[in-house]
C-alpha cells in the first residue's frame, strides 16, 4: 500500500460502518479498511487520531470553470478548506465551450470534476450583467448537447437548464423542455434552477421524472417550496414520491432559513446538500460545502446526516458507483474533519441569521489515494 490513515474514526454512510478503523489506499483506490493496520504495510502513514475520516465529499452544484466564466472559482484552491473531493460543475459551461472547460481546468485539477452540461450554447456566460443564458432561444440546441456529452461521456454527467425571470426571461419552461429533450437522448438527469416566476415551482416539478434533479429546493419566498399555511406544497411531495431529487444548491439566493425549517419540521429533508458556490457566493452567504453542512446541523440536523447528503446521496443521484463511499476498490477520496465548538453565526441569503456552536474543519483530504493537506 501507498498509504494509511491510522487512529481515526470512521464514518461511511453508505454501509453504516462506523467506529476506530484505519483505511489503507493502493493504486488509487481503498485496498483495505481495518482496525490496527500495521504501519509497515505502507510507505506513508499519516496519523489522524481524534479526527473522523468520511468519504470525500461530493458538491453536487458548484460553479468551477475558471477563467471561462465570470462566475467561476478554481476547484484546487477551494478544495482544501471545503473538504471537497469531487466538484460537480452546474452548466458554467455549454457545447459550445465545454472544451476549454476539459482541457484548461478539468484535466489539470488535482480535484475531481464532473459536469451537466448547460443546455444554452455559450453556457452561463455572466451573473453580473443579468442577461440569462436562456432567454435566447436560439441558443438552446438540444443536439449540439448531445453530441458534446456523448463525446466527453466521462466528464459530463447530465444536463443543466436555468429557467425563471433572471434566467430565461419570458420563455417560461421552454428551455426546461428542450433540456429534458436532450437528456431523454442520452439517458442521464436534468438538473433544473429556479428563480423568481415565472416559472412557478409547481410549473418545474411537471415537467421533472425519476432522476431529475431540482436544485434550489429551500428557496425564500417567491418559489419556495411551502404553502402559506407552511405544508409542504402537494406538487413538491408528489415530485418526491415519482423520484425527483431535491438538491439543496445555496448560493448567493437560493437558501432560506423560513423555508428550511418549515420543511425540515414537515419531516421533508434535502436528498443531496451542496453549496451551489461560485465567485460571488463564495464570500457569503454559501462560502463552501462544509459550511452549508454546519449549517443544516445548526438547524438540528445530524453530523451523521449530513455526511450521508454530501456523499453517498449525491453519488447516487449522478449515477457514480465508485465515488461517495469507503468500500475496498472504491476511488482514494476521503476528506478528514472535526468539530470546531464555539460560537459561530450562519446567514441565509436574505440576512436572517442563526448562531451554532459548532462547525465542521477540513484536517485533510485524500484524492485518489494521495493525501492532500
Known sequence: MELILKGGTLYDPASGKS?????????????????????????EVIDVTGK????????????????????????????????????????????????????????????????????????????????????NLKLLDPDAVIDRAREYQDHIIGVKVRVGEFTSGGNNIEPLMLAKKAAGKLEKPVMSHIDRPPPSIEEVLACLGEGDILTHCFRPFPNDPVDVSGEVKKEVLDARSRGVVFDTGHGKGSFGFESATKMLENGFEPD????????????GPAHDLLHVMSKFMALGMSFEKVVEKSTIA????????????????????????????????????????????????????????????
Open 272 to 283: 443531496v446538500i451542496s453549496s451551489d458556490v461560485h465567485a460571488e457566493s463564495v464570500v
Open 52 to 135: 473522523t475520516v468520511v468519504p470525500g465529499l461530493i458538491d453536487l452544484h458548484t460553479h468551477v470553470y475558471h477563467g471561462g466564466t465570470s462566475l467561476g472559482i478554481h476547484p484546487d484552491n477551494h478544495a482544501r478548506g471545503a473538504g471537497v473531493t469531487t466538484f460537480v460543475d452546474a452548466g458554467s459551461s455549454g457545447p459550445g465551450n465545454f472544451l476549454g472547460f476539459h482541457e484548461h481546468v478539468i484535466q489539470p485539477s488535482r480535484s475531481r470534476i464532473l459536469a451537466f452540461l448547460n443546455i444554452s450554447f455559450p453556457g452561463i456566460f455572466a451573473f453580473d450583467i443579468r442577461v440569462g443564458e436562456c432567454e
Open 19 to 43: 467506529g476506530q478503523f484505519d483505511i489503507g489506499f493502493k493504486d488509487g483506490r481503498i485496498a483495505a479498511v481495518e482496525p490496527g493496520l500495521s504501519p509497515d504495510l505502507a510507505r
Open 314 to 373: 449525491a453519488a447516487r443521484a449522478i449515477d457514480q458507483t465508485d465515488i461517495g463511499h469507503l468500500g475496498v476498490g472504491a476511488l482514494g477520496d476521503v476528506t478528514i474533519l472535526h468539530e470546531e465548538t464555539g460560537s459561530f453565526e450562519f446567514f441565509d441569503v436574505i440576512g436572517e441569521r442563526i448562531v451554532s456552536d459548532k462547525k465542521l474543519v477540513c484536517d485533510g483530504l485524500v484524492v485518489n489515494g494521495a493525501y492532500w493537506q
